[in-house]
């Protein structure tokens, strides 16, 4: 299972998915130019430090050299944050959709891509009813989807899966915390 999501994280779908919607600020960040990166990071700590911290939404992450002082990192963006309606989170792997490289029958949709280990064709299985779902939760809730995987393949998965884009934010392997002893938490 590490190795599949290990090879989730490099895949990158041949074919394009449609443009995000704003709220997916995970992509716009990504989009920027390197030389634009540190500016764009300057202005969001400069926000963070004028906003009341939430401690729900956020996670504390010791830096690389261990001296002690904690960094501050905001795992979702602010309307999120100060919005009144509840939050639910949900795992994409293993809980809404099913993947893998095998044979699998009438897989839902394929995607053809490239990972470490080369040229991959990743069958995909949605759980049944999971539009309807997300449908009748988004009436109530602002949902989250996470997952282990990387950005490339979680967003095509998703976007294969959203199309009434009531899923209000994404997030990667990339928002995993690492510890001391090289595991990580979600």
Same mark, same amino acid.
Request: contains cysteine; glycine residues 4%.
């Given at each position: 299972?590490?190795?599949?999501?290990?090879?989730?994280?490099?895949?990158?779908?041949?074919?394009?998915?449609?443009?995000? &919607?704003? %709220?997916?600020?995970?992509?716009?960040?990504?989009?920027?130019?390197q030389s634009q990166?540190?500016?764009?990071?300057? %202005?969001?700590?400069?926000?963070?430090q004028q906003q009341?911290?939430?401690?729900?939404?956020?996670?504390?992450?010791?830096?690389?050299?261990? %001296?002690?002082?904690?960094?501050?990192?905001?795992?979702?963006?602010?309307?999120? *944050?100060?919005?009144?309606?509840?939050?639910?989170?949900?795992?994409?792997?293993?809980?809404?959709?099913?993947?893998?490289?095998?044979?699998?029958?009438?897989?839902?949709?394929?995607?053809?891509?490239?990972?470490?280990?080369?040229?991959?064709?990743?069958?995909?299985?949605?759980?049944?009813?999971?539009?309807?779902? &997300?449908?009748?939760?988004?009436?109530?809730?602002? *949902?989250?989807?996470?997952?282990?995987?990387?950005?490339?393949?979680?967003?095509?998965? &998703?976007?294969?899966?959203?199309?009434?884009?009531? *899923?209000?934010? %994404? &997030?990667?392997?990339?928002?995993?915390?690492?510890?001391?002893?090289?595991?990580? *938490?979600?």
């Open positions: 299972k590490q190795q599949h999501a290990q090879d989730h994280q490099q895949q990158q779908p041949q074919q394009q998915s449609r443009p995000q &919607l704003q %709220r997916h600020q995970h992509q716009q960040q990504s989009q920027q130019p990166q540190p500016q764009l990071q300057q %202005r969001q700590q400069q926000q963070s009341q911290p939430q401690q729900l939404h956020q996670q504390e992450t010791k830096p690389a050299d261990e %001296r002690g002082q904690g960094v501050m990192q905001y795992l979702l963006p602010q309307e999120l *944050i100060q919005s009144k309606r509840k939050l639910l989170v949900m795992d994409l792997d293993e809980t809404m959709v099913f993947s893998t490289f095998e044979e699998m029958k009438n897989p839902d949709f394929v995607i053809d891509g490239m990972s470490k280990s080369g040229r991959v064709k990743t069958k995909v299985k949605v759980r049944p009813f999971l539009r309807r779902f &997300l449908s009748e939760c988004s009436k109530k809730y602002d *949902i989250v989807v996470f997952t282990a995987s990387g950005a490339p393949y979680a967003n095509y998965v &998703l976007d294969k899966i959203d199309v009434d884009c009531v *899923i209000a934010h %994404r &997030l990667f392997g990339d928002s995993l915390t690492k510890f001391g002893d090289g595991k990580y *938490i979600k």
